[in-house]
């Protein structure tokens, strides 16, 4: 029940500007953190932003702090990625992450399909 609709991906010459999007929707859901993630080729999967729905704390990846910025607005269950300045290093599939609970007793985190992000120098 819970989907992910990611958006705002695309191709930027370095210095540029990207703002990612997702949206998830579900029955009942209860959203406890959003966050991106990102993989480049031949690399892990690595943490870059999440947010705390409630209080909306952030973190960033060591990577990316003073140039992304993340985001939530509660009332449409979106969060945001703007992307500043970026460097060739930033390319990769950018994942979008919620943990949430459906109406039970757990907690699951849910994925989206990915956006890929190109930057060229």
């Known amino acids: 029940q819970v989907q992910q609709v990611e958006s705002g991906g695309g191709s930027v010459q370095a210095g540029g500007s990207l703002r990612l999007s997702c949206a998830t929707s579900?029955?009942?859901?209860?959203?406890?953190?959003m966050g991106w993630f990102r993989q480049a080729p031949g690399k892990e999967r690595e943490f870059v932003a999440g947010?705390?729905?409630?209080?909306?704390?952030?973190n960033y990846a060591d990577s990316v702090k003073g140039r992304f910025t993340i985001s939530r607005d509660n009332a449409k269950n979106t969060v945001y990625l703007q992307m500043n300045s970026l460097k060739p290093d930033d390319t990769a599939v950018y994942y979008c992450k919620v943990r949430a609970r459906t109406g039970g007793v757990y907690e699951y985190d849910y994925w989206g399909q990915g956006t890929q992000v190109t930057v060229s120098s």
């Open positions: 579900g029955r009942t859901i209860r959203i406890y953190t």
């Open positions: 947010i705390s729905w409630s209080g909306g704390s952030t």
